[in-house]
């Protein structure tokens, strides 16, 4: 994943492909690639999230050493 994505639009993107699942709106076609796709954007938010969260734990780290 390549594309400059910020976490609000992969968790959009990845909601939509779900949702396509669900409702069966997925051909056997478009199948492989929208579960490659989903997996990258999982992979994408989970590092944002962990990335976020390291951030915040040393801001308040640094804050709480002062």
Do not use: G, P, W
């Amino acid at each position: 994943m390549k594309e400059k994505l910020t976490y609000t639009e992969a968790y959009e993107e990845l909601n939509s492909i779900v949702a396509a699942a669900e409702n069966d709106e997925i051909s056997i076609d478009e199948l492989q690639a929208k579960v490659k796709r989903a997996s990258e954007l999982i992979s994408f938010c989970r590092n944002y999230v962990k990335t976020t969260n390291e951030h915040i734990e040393k801001v308040f780290n640094e804050l709480n050493s002062k």
